[in-house]
């Protein structure tokens, strides 16, 4: 069974870190890209970041440029999303997402979604 699986969110004071776990099953996550989204209440789900089957990564969000790092390890078949320096509008739902080919900013291209992780930012 195909399946994206993420971990690691939870409750932090602005200013905090993260660090976000995307563990695949079923495939294997070296012919994929790796996208990460998000959904703040009330708001349309974004890009934040992908890395491409060669390590390479895009920033899609300005606003997490500079705090939030992705990266992968094909040996444990999880991508990673370090983010720091928190702020409150950081606070979302997380979904990572896997596309057979390049990234992509548009959602629809990807082929498989986790649940997500919520990730609040509040003091």
């Known amino acids: 069974q195909v399946q994206l699986v993420e971990s690691g969110g939870g409750l932090v004071q602005p200013g905090g870190s993260l660090r976000l776990s995307c563990a695949a099953s079923?495939?294997?996550?070296?012919?994929?890209?790796i996208g990460w989204f998000r959904q703040a209440p009330g708001k349309e789900r974004e890009g934040v970041s992908c890395?491409?089957?060669?390590?390479?990564?895009?920033n899609y969000a300005d606003s997490v440029k500079g705090r939030f790092t992705i990266s992968r390890d094909n040996a444990k078949n999880t991508v990673y999303l370090q983010m720091n320096n928190l702020k409150p509008e950081d606070t979302a739902v997380y979904h990572c997402?896997?596309?057979?080919?390049?990234?992509?900013?548009?959602?629809?291209?990807?082929?498989?979604w986790g649940q997500g992780t919520q990730v609040t930012v509040s003091s």
């Open positions: 890395i491409m089957r060669s390590g390479g990564s895009i």
């Open positions: 079923g495939f294997t996550l070296d012919y994929y890209a």
């Open positions: 997402a896997a596309i057979g080919r390049g990234c992509h900013r548009v959602e629809g291209f990807y082929d498989y």
